[in-house]
Each structure stands twice: as C-alpha cells, then as structure tokens.
C-alpha cells in the first residue's frame, strides 16, 4: 500500500530512484516521475494501463528551468505563460532531444505547464529534472482530486502520495498550442478561453475527435464513470429511466423523486462546481444506483470545461 503524507524530501528520494510519486496540483492529482529518464516514464504508463500514443505534460517551476528542455517560446506563448503561469495552462512547445519520445508519443511538440500549487512547486525546485505527470487515475477513468482518490485506485502500485488537499481548481489544465501559427485550445479546462482571449486575441478551439492522433488527449470517452451516466434535461430523463435507482447530478438544486442527489453548486458557481465535479462523480460511481443522470451547466467560464467532462462521462467506448 502507498503512503500519504506531505514530505517533500520522500517524494523527492523516490523521484530520483527513477520511480514514480502521486503529486497534488490545483487542477487534479498528477502520477509524476523523472522527464528526462524514459525508464520512469515507462513506469507511468505501466501503473496507469495508458496507451504510449497518448503523450504526458511536462511539468517545471520556472521559464528558465523550462528553456531547458523547449526549443523556443514563441511570442504568443511567452505572454500567456507570463499571465498564467503557475497555473492551470498547458502550452505545446518544439521539444529539445533531451525529452525521451516516450514522454511526446514521438511528437515534436512537448506540452509544458507549471503547476500552482505550494508543495508541488517545492518539489520541483528541489529537483534536478522536471517532473513528466498524466492524471493519476487509470486510463480512461475520473481524475483524482485528492490524494484519497489517488489510493483508492493506484495505492497498491505506487510508494508515495504527496498530500496537499483538495485540488482547488478540480478540473484538469487548458492546452494550447499553434496549429499553422493561429492560437488553438486543445483541451478546455481550468483556465476559461475569456482570460486567454483577453492576453493574446481570438483563439480557435479544436472540435472533439475521437481519431486525431495529434490530440490523442481528446478522446471521445473519458473521465467515464463505471455506472452508465446521461445527460440531458433531469426531470425527462427521470421519467425515462423510472423504475431503476437513479442517482442525480445537478448543478443548483435537488430533484426529490430522484434516489440519491448530489448538488454541484447551490449558489451557482462555476468555479465551486467544477471543484467538486470529479469528487462528486467518484462518490455517485460508489452508489448502488443503476444509473447517474446529470445535466449541462451555463457554457460561459469553467462551465465549457465542466460540459466538455460531463460529455466524455456520458460517451460510450
Ligand atoms: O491539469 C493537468 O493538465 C493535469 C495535471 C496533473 O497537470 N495533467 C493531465 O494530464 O491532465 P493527462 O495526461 O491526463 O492529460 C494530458 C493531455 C493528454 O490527453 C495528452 O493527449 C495531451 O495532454 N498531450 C500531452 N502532450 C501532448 C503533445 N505533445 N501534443 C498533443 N497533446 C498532448
Ligand atoms: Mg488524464
């Protein structure tokens, strides 16, 4: 079984073994391990069963420490990472040979990001080599937003859990990168396409795919609960699934005919609901309900990043 605790120097002694650590974020938990050393990389994608077309973000504390390892900060890229970073944003950049393949599924681009959170950010200062971290949760499953979600799914495989609470963000980093030099957002997440827009200009946003390998994060199912999960207008939809337990996840308010509840956000606040989105997920999958229904919140802010997850909840494979 793996340790939880918050000693930065255990995660760093393990780091440096070549082996693998669950670290806290403000987006979600990240399974990390040495960027530069493929044999720990390989690791991640053994403990998290993830397919090696599906490349991992690079994680460092500072712009220097990032020169390091990228080829150049394209103009564009510079001003969102001086807005934003430490924060929840992922940039693509040209890779330097030092990142094994392993880590970019053989791409030229590495995708970098300096996390906001405390512990986290001592850990990487204290290290010699950037931290390479998915989610840690098993591929295709919710993200962990604490590091009680990392044991339940990773403990036997993993020493250490660095504890540093709840993500406050709770949904996973906004990924960025230029396609033919025009501004395009991969994945939507913890940062809203407004506060980009507001640094850079119009930006454009890839449409879902589930069979772009330069994208391989936007996979049609994921995030996926194992009880089936719909979305749509609740009150229908509960009539439509009468007769089984039907639990519910709502954005503001309850629905009494329902057999379990779980309320994002009674004041609504886009932010407290993608906060407590996945935690809320995670606990309805514990339920004996045969189905979750759930419905799509405002899509202005965090709320593009909340639908985007709701929606991969509810694909099928
Ligand atoms: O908030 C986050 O981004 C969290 C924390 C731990 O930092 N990490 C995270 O990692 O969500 P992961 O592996 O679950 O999702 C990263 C996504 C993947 O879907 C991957 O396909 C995409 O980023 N990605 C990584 N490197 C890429 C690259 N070089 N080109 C295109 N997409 C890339
Ligand atoms: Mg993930």
Redesign the pocket.
């Known amino acids: 079984m793996s340790h939880i605790g918050s000693e930065i120097l255990q995660a760093k002694s393990i780091l440096e073994a070549g082996k693998a650590v669950a670290?806290p974020?403000e987006?979600?938990?990240?399974?990390a391990a040495n960027a530069m050393d493929a044999d720990a990389v390989a690791q991640i994608f053994a403990i998290k069963k993830?397919p090696t077309f599906?490349?991992?973000?690079v994680?460092t504390y500072s712009l220097e420490a990032l020169k390091s390892f990228v080829l150049e900060i394209p103009e564009a890229a510079s001003l969102l990472a001086n807005a934003f970073w430490p924060g929840?944003l992922?940039l693509?950049l040209p890779?330097k040979p030092i990142i094994p393949d392993l880590?970019?599924?053989g791409?030229e681009?590495?995708?970098v990001?300096i996390?906001n959170h405390p512990l986290t950010l001592r850990l990487l200062q204290s290290l010699d080599f950037p931290l390479a971290?998915?989610?840690?949760?098993p591929f295709g499953y919710i993200?962990p937003t604490t590091a009680q979600h990392v044991a339940d799914q990773l403990g036997e495989d993993i020493e250490y859990i660095l504890d540093g609470g709840a993500a406050s963000i709770g949904?996973?980093?906004t990924?960025v990168?230029w396609e033919n030099g025009i501004a395009t957002v991969?994945?939507v997440?913890?940062l809203s396409i407004d506060a980009i827009e507001k640094v850079i200009g119009p930006v454009q946003v890839q449409s879902v795919s589930s069979s772009n390998p330069?994208?391989?994060?936007?996979?049609k199912s994921h995030y996926a609960p194992r009880i089936p999960m719909r979305a749509g207008n609740i009150t229908e939809l509960i009539k439509e699934f009468s007769g089984k337990k039907i639990a519910v996840l709502s954005f503001q308010q309850a629905y009494p005919t329902a057999d379990i509840n779980y309320i994002l956000s009674e004041s609504g606040n886009l932010n407290q609901a993608a906060q407590r989105l996945f935690a809320a997920m995670r606990e309805l999958d514990n339920t004996d309900a045969e189905i979750i229904l759930t419905e799509f919140v405002p899509a202005i802010g965090l709320g593009l990043a909340i639908n985007d997850r709701l929606k991969r909840a509810c694909a099928e494979e």
Request: proline content about 11%.
């Open positions: 670290i974020t987006t979600v938990y990240g399974l993830r599906d490349p991992l973000i994680h929840p992922t693509l890779k880590v970019t599924s791409l681009r590495v995708a990001r996390p971290a998915p989610s840690a949760n993200s949904v996973e980093s990924i990168g991969l994945r997440g913890g330069a994208a391989p994060g936007m996979l």
